[in-house]
């Protein structure tokens, strides 16, 4: 192994890092700041660097990089597996080291700055629709304890509450009305901003080819399309289709021993 392999363990403020010999020992363990973390390997020379796939490593990865040294990122699930006793952050570098031995463990493609444009815009695309979605049902829930029902979605929330609330004869009490209409500009509010973003996304698919490629596919659109690249990339990554299935899990979970072999979805496994 390079005498210069440096495996780290990612956090917010403590890094933890190991450094191996040529027998892959580890012969050097040292926590450190998140200013402390940078200015080590801005001032090393050009070494391979080990970390897992995980929040914040696509950054760092590209920073060291553009510094010289090469990262290798590894899928945090299978690291997992070489934790020996409790999990502790030099326990975590330490299972870094024996997991690169591990010739079967492909490494994680790292992600682009472009791609990680899109995933933070449907990231905060799902947090506005799944505050929209709590609002509508908040509206619903207390329509039902005055006798009044509404279909599920937006739509007929905005064509019927509005009218409710202006009726003098609707069961809606007084006191309660000022509070509804607040949550009926919430909603539209919400509405603004989730087409807003929409419009981003928009935008940032003109400008990626492989977001074009993907929306002339029948079926595909821009929340698909952009979403796809988002999270996996360029798929000239994969060897073929099942790898690309496999890799979202859509792949049948195989329990097996001996002579009995038994396929599951990975939702029926959970």
């Known amino acids: 192994m390079n005498p210069t392999t440096v495996a780290v363990d990612l956090a917010k403020t403590v890094f933890e890092r190991a450094i191996t010999d040529e027998q892959g020992r580890i012969v050097e363990r040292k926590r450190l700041s998140r200013e402390a973390f940078a200015r080590f390997f801005a001032n090393r020379p050009p070494c ?32 997992r597996a070489y934790v020996r ?25 790292v992600k682009t700055a472009d791609q990680q444009v899109l995933q933070g815009l ?19 829930g207390l329509l039902r304890e005055f006798g009044l029902a509404l279909p599920q979605g937006p739509v ?4 019927q509450l509005p009218e409710w609330l202006e009726d003098a004869e609707s069961p809606i009490p007084y006191s309660l009305r000022p509070a509804w209409a607040e949550l009926l500009d919430e909603l539209r509010e919400l509405e603004r901003r989730i087409a807003d973003l929409e419009r981003q996304l928009q935008a940032q698919a003109k400008l990626l080819p492989d977001v074009q490629r993907l929306m002339r596919i029948p079926g595909i659109g821009l929340l698909i399309a952009t979403a796809l690249v988002a999270a996996v990339g360029r798929l000239e990554q994969f060897r073929n289709g099942r790898h690309l299935a496999a890799g979202w899990g859509l792949t049948p979970r195989e329990s097996s021993s001996g002579q009995r072999r038994h396929l599951a979805s990975h939702q029926q496994a959970r």
């Not at 299972?95 to 031995?101: N, P, Y």
């Not at 449907?122 to 619903?140: C, E, F, K, L």
């Open 48 to 79: 391979r660097i080990v970390m897992e796939a995980c929040g914040s490593a696509p950054y760092w990865t590209r920073t060291f990089a553009a510094q010289g040294h090469t990262v290798k990122l590894l899928p945090p699930q299978y690291v």
């Open 122 to 140: 449907h990231r905060v695309r799902s947090a506005w629709m799944g505050a929209r979605t709590a609002r509508i049902n908040t509206v619903r």
């Open 85 to 109: 006793r409790n999990k502790t952050d030099r326990a975590d570098a330490a299972a870094l080291i024996e997991a690169d031995r591990c010739g079967e463990i492909l490494p994680v493609p």
């Open 156 to 159: 007929a929330v905005f064509r």
